[in-house]
């Protein structure tokens, strides 16, 4: 009987249950691949959103991209305008080829405006970019710069974008003021939590509203995105900042930062700033990138910039060997200085110097009240301590140098040549009693000598050789490169001084200082910045980590005046073990912590609060050789002329840097919470803090349009083969 | 010797082939199949608890009936609702057209905090909107705002006594 039920009945049977199988098996798959996980992901920082069921001009290659529509709450949300937000998920139902990446034609220019340019032979490709213009004006009194930013955003396509541009500025910036003007309206930013303020963006980006969003990628780098640009449509961001200036050698210092440099990132590392070129953005698998105009190309993006400087002294001398500039010197210690119109190109650092007048520079106070006390009693003070004259009498100890040379691939040309000239320089001025290593380091870290050795005839002369065969080229592990010049045994006789040249075109900047604290020991490292649009942040990090200074080496600067100058603050002491009294003033939080030495030529910033009136005398102890010594400096804390707007600002920035170079050697409880609550009081961008700014009077029509990441001009001096195409391997 | 006995099934070797895949298949499926709705159901819960938000704005007014206003200050709070400051924009007269200052201390204590001052010549009398607050709204409630005006001036310093503020709301939606 079951024999002949299954012979009647059994193979229809079977089919049945067959075909009921697959089709539940089928619709499994599929209801796996509808909860809102794509099946194949296209997506990142960088992609486009667009309207459902149209094609996209995908800005990641040019090829069009038929997009799906998204799912919300479960269901298709077909027709409406909800589109996905920036943390949203979008899937696509063609996955265009990796391989594919379209030469370079007259019509490659996103998204998908069809415009063609004609380009004469010889001449640079005009690439529409979404920024138009940046305009520079910044304010110095004393040493602290007061500096406004304003990027115009203009849109050059016909369909609409969200325009991200990723761009530097002073590491020691402290970024207090965010305003976004649309039309004729204008728009103060607020500072929220860094995930609070991308979800607001990213919601009123989904929801057609003109926003912009401002966030600290390191902290001398920014990503501005500004969303919901209608075609022809102009939004100015305004960014304001202050800094205090560094003073080297005679000089105050204003620094400016256009282009960040691209950067190297050991494998395994996906927390940097990548270097892809224009039109590939996401193809770093870094958290931030910078796309970089091919060297056949340029963008309409120019800048302006003018500098008024109060000096409350006669100003000697104005410099700046990076841009061409006009300059003039009104009365009574003032100079207004305006960069050219030719030279407009943000291609490299804009470095201006000044002298003031007066042989002995003093050290000096400058406050700022506490508004929130109305006693008038309290507030914030900065303190440039410049080291006694009396340094540079005495004679200096025998030295064992290290020489360290960047030789990596962003160092090609140009730069290698200026770290050859410096350290021949070097190399040919030290002393009987020195001795000296020289290390170079690219893919790897390479020694010269086995073990330092005598700074004599022969072995000058086989080093001169070695330097004049260096080449460049390959990556940039410069944490090997710290380990060769500092993990071999200390010579106690001497003082080792490492002379590290490089430009900090690298991704791992928090772990390089790490590796600086933790290997010093007794040395010191004075690092050398080489290029024209160097990492300031790390160098700077290295020198105050490496308890030495930095020193910048620009292409068109003098190799052998800088490394005179470097010699000449190398070969007397340094005024060490400084500790500050401040007496009665009553201050507190005073930064950075950890005072490094004070060096010729190169005096120290330190800021804090105060609680205190009147005239006080701050002193400070410290040695000189092996001699006590004292430097007493008298303060007014009543006086007008020394008080400053900003000082409250660059005592919190401060603040932060000095939480945040901690972290990179000690564990600090709740480091986040801190930085946090600090940012916030203070109104300061920082890693975990962020400025949003929504225009709600008005939607724009449409979904959020097209993502277009603004191109960068690789560096002065960089290049392009060497640096941006190789990070793609 | 004993010969093994073959046990003959009832539909056949090719049979039991094919029952074991269409087993193996309906597993496969109903796996697939109830994976897929928990998948569903943890998607839409979470979309469930993801707060909708929507944009717009209050315009702050001030009524300076007799002193023409130079300076104020007031607090602004929405006391019923969530609401995220977005934004702050200046008001119509020119005195007062930058977008005021905002109190950071008390943007992230729950109070928004906003002044703005003028030394120039043109400076408003009466009802006039000094301010416009971008908001963000999130949930369902719809928000109540209050305003209190802390400080009004006129060019003098003098304190503006019979000073009022008023709200009014709006979006573009």
């Given at each position: 009987m079951?024999?002949t039920?299954?012979?009647?009945?059994?193979?229809?049977?079977l089919?049945?249950?067959?075909?009921?199988?697959?089709?539940?098996?089928?619709?499994?798959?599929?209801?796996?691949?509808?909860?809102g996980?794509?099946?194949?992901?296209n997506?990142?920082?960088?992609?486009?959103?667009t309207?459902?069921?149209?094609?996209?001009?995908?800005p990641?290659?040019?090829?069009p991209?038929?997009?799906?529509?998204p799912?919300k709450?479960?269901?298709?949300?077909a027709?409406?305008?909800?589109?996905?937000?920036?943390?949203?998920?979008?899937?696509?139902?063609?996955?265009?080829?990796?391989?594919?990446?379209?030469?370079?034609?007259?019509?490659d220019?996103?998204p998908?405006?069809?415009?063609?340019?004609?380009t004469?032979?010889?001449?640079?490709?005009?690439t529409?970019?979404?920024?138009?213009?940046?305009?520079?004006?910044?304010?110095?009194?004393?040493?602290?710069?007061?500096?406004e930013?304003?990027?115009?955003?203009?849109?050059?396509?016909?369909?609409?974008?969200?325009?991200?541009?990723?761009?530097?500025?002073?590491?020691?910036?402290?970024?207090?003021?965010?305003?976004m003007?649309?039309?004729?309206?204008?728009?103060?930013?607020?500072?929220?939590?860094?995930?609070?303020?991308?979800?607001?963006?990213?919601?009123?980006k989904?929801?057609?509203?003109?926003?912009?969003?401002?966030?600290?990628?390191?902290?001398?780098?920014?990503?501005?995105?500004?969303?919901?640009?209608?075609?022809?449509?102009?939004?100015?961001?305004?960014?304001?900042?202050?800094?205090?200036?560094?003073?080297?050698?005679?000089?105050?210092?204003?620094?400016?930062?256009?282009?960040?440099?691209?950067?190297?990132?050991?494998?395994?590392?996906?927390?940097?700033?990548?270097?892809?070129?224009?039109?590939?953005?996401?193809?770093?698998?870094?958290?931030?990138?910078?796309?970089?105009?091919?060297?056949?190309?340029?963008?309409?993006?120019?800048?302006?910039?003018?500098?008024?400087?109060?000096?409350?002294?006669?100003?000697?001398?104005v410099?700046?060997?990076?841009?061409?500039?006009?300059?003039?010197?009104?009365?009574?210690g003032?100079?207004?200085?305006?960069?050219?119109?030719?030279?407009?190109?943000p291609?490299?650092?804009?470095?201006?110097?000044?002298?003031?007048?007066g042989?002995?520079?003093?050290?000096?106070?400058?406050?700022?009240?506490?508004?929130?006390?109305?006693?008038?009693?309290?507030?914030?003070?900065?303190?440039?301590?410049?080291p006694?004259?009396?340094?540079?009498?005495?004679?200096?100890k025998?030295?064992?140098?290290?020489f360290?040379?960047d030789v990596?691939?962003?160092?090609?040309?140009?730069?290698?040549?200026?770290?050859k000239?410096?350290?021949?320089?070097?190399?040919?001025?030290?002393?009987?009693?020195?001795?000296?290593?020289?290390?170079?380091?690219?893919?790897?870290?390479?020694?010269?000598?086995?073990?330092?050795v005598?700074?004599?005839?022969?072995y000058?002369?086989?080093a001169?050789?070695?330097?004049?065969?260096l080449?460049?080229?390959?990556g940039?592990?410069?944490?090997?490169?710290?380990?060769?010049s500092?993990?071999?045994?200390?010579?106690?006789?001497?003082?080792?001084?490492?002379?590290?040249?490089?430009?900090?075109f690298?991704?791992?900047?928090?772990?390089?200082?790490r590796?600086?604290?933790?290997?010093?020991?007794?040395?010191?490292?004075?690092?050398?910045?080489?290029?024209?649009?160097?990492?300031?942040y790390?160098?700077?990090?290295?020198?105050?980590?490496?308890?030495?200074?930095?020193?910048?080496?620009?292409?068109?600067?003098?190799?052998?005046?800088?490394?005179?100058?470097?010699?000449?603050?190398?070969?007397?002491?340094?005024?060490?073990?400084?500790?500050?009294?401040?007496g009665?003033?009553g201050?507190?939080e005073?930064?950075?912590?950890?005072?490094?030495?004070?060096?010729?030529?190169?005096?120290?910033?330190?800021?804090?609060?105060?609680?205190?009136?009147?005239?006080?005398?701050?002193r400070?102890?410290?040695n000189?050789?092996?001699?006590?010594?004292?430097?007493?400096?008298?303060?007014?804390?009543?006086?007008?002329?020394?008080?400053?707007?900003?000082?409250?600002?660059v005592?919190?920035?401060?603040k932060?840097?000095?939480?945040a170079?901690?972290?990179?050697?000690?564990?600090?409880g709740?480091?986040?919470?801190?930085?946090?609550?600090?940012?916030?009081?203070?109104?300061?961008i920082?890693?975990?803090?962020?400025?949003?700014?929504?225009?709600?009077?008005?939607?724009?029509?449409?979904?959020?349009?097209?993502?277009?990441?603004v191109?960068?001009?690789?560096p002065?001096?960089?290049?392009?083969?060497?640096t941006?195409?190789?990070?793609?391997? | 010797?004993?010969?093994?006995?073959?046990?003959r099934l009832?539909?056949?070797?090719?049979?039991?082939?094919v029952?074991?895949?269409?087993?193996?298949?309906?597993?496969?499926?109903?796996?697939?199949?109830?994976?897929?709705?928990?998948?569903?159901?943890?998607?839409?819960?979470s979309a469930?608890?993801?707060?909708?938000?929507?944009?717009?704005?209050?315009?702050?007014?001030?009524?300076?009936?007799?002193?023409?206003?130079?300076?104020?200050?007031?607090?602004?709070?929405?006391?019923?609702?969530?609401?995220?400051?977005?934004?702050?924009?200046?008001?119509?007269?020119?005195?007062?057209k930058?977008?005021?200052?905002?109190?950071?201390?008390?943007?992230?204590?729950?109070?928004?905090?906003?002044?703005?001052?003028?030394?120039?010549?043109?400076?408003?009398?009466?009802?006039?909107?000094?301010?416009?607050v971008?908001?963000?709204i999130?949930?369902?409630?719809?928000p109540?705002?209050?305003?209190?005006l802390?400080?009004?001036?006129?060019?003098?310093g003098?304190?503006?006594?019979?000073?009022?503020?008023?709200?009014?709301?709006?979006?573009?939606q």
């Amino acid at each position: 009987m079951f024999q002949t039920f299954f012979g009647r009945f059994g193979k229809a049977f079977l089919g049945m249950l067959l075909a009921i199988s697959v089709a539940a098996a089928i619709y499994g798959c599929v209801a796996q691949s509808f909860d809102g996980r794509p099946v194949s992901r296209n997506w990142s920082d960088g992609d486009t959103a667009t309207s459902p069921g149209s094609f996209s001009q995908a800005p990641s290659n040019g090829v069009p991209v038929p997009s799906k529509i998204p799912f919300k709450d479960g269901r298709a949300m077909a027709g409406e305008s909800a589109l996905p937000s920036r943390d949203e998920e979008l899937w696509v139902i063609e996955k265009p080829s990796s391989e594919a990446v379209p030469p370079l034609a007259g019509d490659d220019q996103q998204p998908g405006s069809g415009v063609l340019m004609a380009t004469p032979p010889g001449e640079q490709t005009l690439t529409p970019v979404p920024l138009k213009h940046t305009d520079v004006k910044a304010s110095v009194a004393g040493y602290i710069a007061t500096v406004e930013v304003t990027q115009r955003f203009q849109n050059p396509y016909d369909g609409k974008i969200e325009a991200v541009y990723v761009f530097p500025l002073p590491h020691n910036a402290a970024v207090n003021e965010f305003v976004m003007t649309v039309g004729q309206r204008t728009i103060r930013g607020i500072i929220r939590q860094r995930q609070e303020a991308e979800r607001i963006y990213n919601a009123a980006k989904s929801q057609g509203y003109v926003a912009s969003l401002l966030t600290q990628e390191r902290p001398n780098i920014f990503t501005q995105s500004v969303a919901n640009v209608e075609p022809g449509k102009a939004i100015d961001i305004s960014i304001r900042y202050f800094h205090t200036l560094a003073y080297v050698d005679g000089w105050y210092e204003f620094v400016f930062p256009m282009v960040v440099g691209p950067r190297f990132h050991p494998s395994g590392s996906s927390q940097g700033v990548g270097a892809v070129p224009r039109g590939q953005p996401g193809t770093s698998h870094q958290a931030a990138e910078v796309q970089y105009l091919r060297p056949s190309e340029r963008s309409g993006h120019d800048i302006s910039l003018s500098l008024h400087i109060a000096a409350g002294v006669k100003i000697e001398e104005v410099q700046t060997r990076t841009h061409q500039v006009s300059i003039k010197n009104t009365p009574a210690g003032q100079a207004e200085i305006v960069l050219d119109d030719k030279d407009s190109i943000p291609n490299r650092d804009f470095v201006l110097r000044y002298k003031v007048a007066g042989q002995a520079i003093k050290s000096c106070v400058m406050v700022q009240r506490d508004p929130k006390r109305r006693d008038g009693k309290s507030g914030y003070f900065t303190l440039m301590l410049y080291p006694p004259q009396s340094l540079a009498d005495l004679p200096r100890k025998p030295l064992e140098m290290v020489f360290t040379i960047d030789v990596s691939g962003s160092q090609t040309g140009a730069p290698l040549a200026q770290e050859k000239t410096a350290v021949r320089y070097a190399l040919t001025h030290m002393g009987p009693q020195d001795t000296f290593q020289v290390i170079r380091f690219g893919n790897t870290a390479e020694k010269l000598f086995a073990n330092p050795v005598p700074a004599n005839e022969q072995y000058v002369a086989q080093a001169l050789r070695y330097v004049d065969a260096l080449e460049a080229g390959g990556g940039t592990m410069l944490v090997d490169g710290v380990h060769a010049s500092l993990l071999f045994p200390h010579d106690p006789k001497r003082l080792r001084f490492v002379a590290f040249m490089t430009d900090g075109f690298i991704g791992n900047d928090e772990e390089a200082l790490r590796e600086v604290h933790n290997c010093l020991d007794q040395s010191r490292i004075f690092s050398f910045g080489v290029g024209s649009s160097t990492n300031r942040y790390l160098l700077e990090g290295m020198a105050r980590m490496g308890n030495g200074a930095a020193a910048f080496l620009g292409l068109h600067d003098d190799a052998n005046e800088v490394m005179g100058k470097f010699f000449e603050r190398i070969s007397h002491p340094a005024m060490t073990d400084i500790s500050v009294d401040f007496g009665t003033i009553g201050a507190t939080e005073v930064f950075p912590q950890r005072l490094g030495d004070l060096f010729v030529g190169r005096p120290v910033t330190i800021t804090g609060r105060y609680s205190g009136d009147g005239r006080q005398t701050i002193r400070v102890h410290g040695n000189i050789g092996n001699e006590a010594a004292i430097i007493e400096i008298p303060v007014d804390l009543n006086d007008a002329s020394a008080t400053r707007d900003g000082i409250a600002a660059v005592w919190a920035r401060t603040k932060l840097a000095d939480l945040a170079d901690r972290s990179s050697y000690e564990a600090v409880g709740d480091l986040a919470g801190q930085i946090r609550q600090v940012a916030l009081e203070y109104g300061l961008i920082s890693s975990f803090t962020a400025f949003v700014a929504v225009d709600a009077s008005a939607k724009t029509t449409g979904d959020h349009g097209t993502t277009v990441g603004v191109p960068a001009p690789v560096p002065e001096g960089v290049r392009y083969a060497t640096t941006v195409i190789p990070n793609q391997q | 010797m004993i010969r093994p006995t073959k046990y003959r099934l009832p539909c056949g070797r090719r049979s039991v082939v094919v029952v074991l895949v269409f087993c193996s298949l309906l597993s496969l499926g109903i796996a697939a199949l109830v994976h897929g709705q928990d998948s569903v159901r943890g998607q839409t819960e979470s979309a469930a608890t993801a707060v909708a938000s929507r944009f717009g704005w209050v315009d702050v007014y001030i009524d300076a009936p007799q002193q023409s206003l130079a300076a104020y200050q007031f607090e602004f709070a929405a006391e019923v609702g969530q609401v995220n400051v977005v934004g702050i924009e200046g008001g119509d007269a020119a005195a007062f057209k930058a977008p005021p200052y905002y109190d950071t201390h008390a943007m992230h204590h729950n109070r928004v905090i906003l002044a703005a001052f003028s030394t120039g010549a043109d400076l408003p009398l009466g009802h006039v909107r000094v301010a416009r607050v971008n908001i963000e709204i999130r949930g369902d409630v719809k928000p109540q705002y209050v305003a209190r005006l802390q400080a009004s001036a006129d060019a003098e310093g003098t304190t503006i006594s019979k000073a009022a503020i008023s709200l009014t709301e709006g979006s573009a939606q």
